[in-house]
């Protein structure tokens, strides 16, 4: 017998299986719980008066009074195309100032190659809806 029928010729490794990797730490259920996602209603979208990137927003959240938040989307939207849009919102977000602008909540967006897409509902829902 050869060598080679005896220790044959191990056959080539096969490609791992496509299994997601993560891109941030795991965070568990309960960490993700704390998140206040809402549905908010774009009242009124102004350019930020200090920032060539920002829009100021009033968003009716469902509250008393509009919240003011701070979005780095005018690149990619004109502040006017967006009053009237739904969008979603962390609304349990730690308040902040944004060159100056106080924003109190924080928009969810996607971005990919083709630009930022500002996340929304598919079909009309009342504002301050809990997003699950």
Same mark, same amino acid.
Do not use: C, W
């Given at each position: 017998?050869?060598?080679?029928?005896?220790?044959?010729?191990?056959?080539?490794?096969?490609?791992?299986?496509?299994?997601?990797?993560?891109?941030?730490?795991?965070?568990?259920?309960?960490?993700?719980?704390?998140?206040?996602?809402?549905?908010?209603?774009?009242?009124?979208?102004?350019?930020? &008066?200090?920032?060539?990137?920002?829009?100021?927003?009033?968003?009716?959240?469902?509250?008393?009074?509009?919240?003011?938040?701070?979005?780095?989307?005018?690149?990619?939207?004109?502040?006017?195309?967006?009053?009237?849009?739904?969008?979603?919102?962390?609304?349990?977000?730690?308040?902040?100032?944004?060159?100056?602008?106080?924003?109190?909540?924080?928009?969810?967006?996607?971005?990919?190659?083709?630009?930022?897409?500002?996340?929304? &509902?598919?079909?009309?829902?009342?504002?301050?809806?809990?997003?699950?």
């Amino acid at each position: 017998m050869s060598d080679e029928t005896q220790n044959p010729t191990p056959a080539a490794p096969t490609a791992p299986s496509a299994a997601p990797t993560p891109t941030t730490s795991e965070i568990t259920i309960d960490d993700f719980l704390r998140v206040d996602l809402r549905v908010g209603t774009i009242r009124k979208a102004e350019p930020h &008066p200090n920032a060539d990137r920002l829009v100021v927003l009033a968003v009716d959240l469902g509250e008393e009074q509009e919240r003011q938040l701070v979005a780095g989307i005018r690149a990619h939207y004109e502040p006017e195309s967006l009053v009237g849009k739904q969008i979603v919102v962390v609304a349990n977000l730690k308040p902040a100032k944004l060159r100056g602008v106080e924003s109190r909540g924080m928009i969810l967006a996607a971005s990919d190659e083709s630009g930022v897409h500002v996340l929304a &509902p598919d079909a009309p829902t009342a504002p301050g809806s809990k997003v699950k």
